[in-house]
């Protein structure tokens, strides 16, 4: 099986290792892996904040860079570590079209979207429903408990698919986290128009991963772990924040410190 990193503009530019654990992972399965170097942002940030024809060339850049016939050939898949990043593509790359279409400005945008939709997905979910295996072979020697961000739990429905993955962890204790569907607070723009709500909520989120007792807490979405990740900083707490990714390509040979 051949596919595509789709590795997002907040992994490419703050959280890279994300993307390298993903390389590292699929390669372990069997999967080739390619990352078109042409791949820019899916438009997400410009949709959600009201700019929804500013994202339409976003939109068509994705489809020209992930789409059949471009490159060295048409991909099985397209994997991306984002839950938000894969509910863009999946849920609103089909809306842009129709609004396009009932705009009267025809077929075209959901002719050239369509390709990439049902292509793409989330890393959990391409490990579970597509290639069938929850036990990846990983090691990680920790106690975890893991965050359902809101794209993945709501949009995507990912469901127990992070959870059964990480059970299958040799050497990882999974503690449940109180309130886990709740927001974390940071929703994008979310957390810059309303700040200071977004940092109760994302104290709220912290506060409750701190009486796990876990060493880790765990998600889909470095965007999210972000925001999270500053409020345990904030609040001086000994929780790290982990993408799934690189817990799922730790190994006892080459483990994630």
């Known amino acids: 099986m051949r596919v595509a990193l789709f590795l997002t503009c907040v992994n490419d530019t703050l959280y890279p290792d994300t993307g390298r654990a993903v390389v590292k992972l699929l390669t372990r399965l069997g999967v080739e892996v390619d990352f078109p170097a042409a791949q820019t942002c899916c438009g997400q940030?410009?949709?959600?904040t009201g700019y929804r024809h500013e994202a339409e060339p976003l939109a068509r850049h994705f489809s020209d860079v992930f789409g059949p016939g471009i490159g060295s050939g048409d991909y099985d898949a397209i994997i991306t570590p984002s839950g938000s990043c894969a509910a863009m593509v999946r849920e609103l790359y089909p809306r842009m079209g129709e609004r396009a279409r009932a705009e009267g400005r025809g077929d075209a945008l959901a002719t050239t979207l369509a390709p990439v939709v049902p292509k793409t997905y989330e890393l959990t979910e391409f490990l579970v429903d597509v290639l069938g295996v929850t036990d990846v072979g990983a090691y990680y020697p920790h106690t975890v408990t893991y965050h359902p961000t809101c794209h993945g739990l709501r949009s995507l429905g990912l469901a127990d698919r992070p959870t059964r993955l990480?059970?299958?962890v040799k050497g990882l204790e999974l503690v449940e986290l109180p309130g886990a569907q709740e927001c974390c607070g940071f929703g994008g723009t979310f957390a810059v128009k309303n700040s200071d709500v977004s940092a109760a909520m994302g104290a709220d989120k912290v506060r409750n991963a701190e009486s796990t007792g876990a060493d880790v807490l765990c998600a889909a979405d470095n965007s999210c772990l972000m925001h999270i990740g500053g409020t345990m900083s904030r609040l001086r707490t000994s929780l790290r924040p982990v993408h799934?990714?690189?817990?799922?390509a730790s190994t006892e040979e080459e483990p994630l410190s």
């Open 244 to 248: 799934i990714a690189e817990i799922l």
């Open 166 to 168: 990480l059970r299958a």
């Open 45 to 48: 940030a410009h949709y959600n």
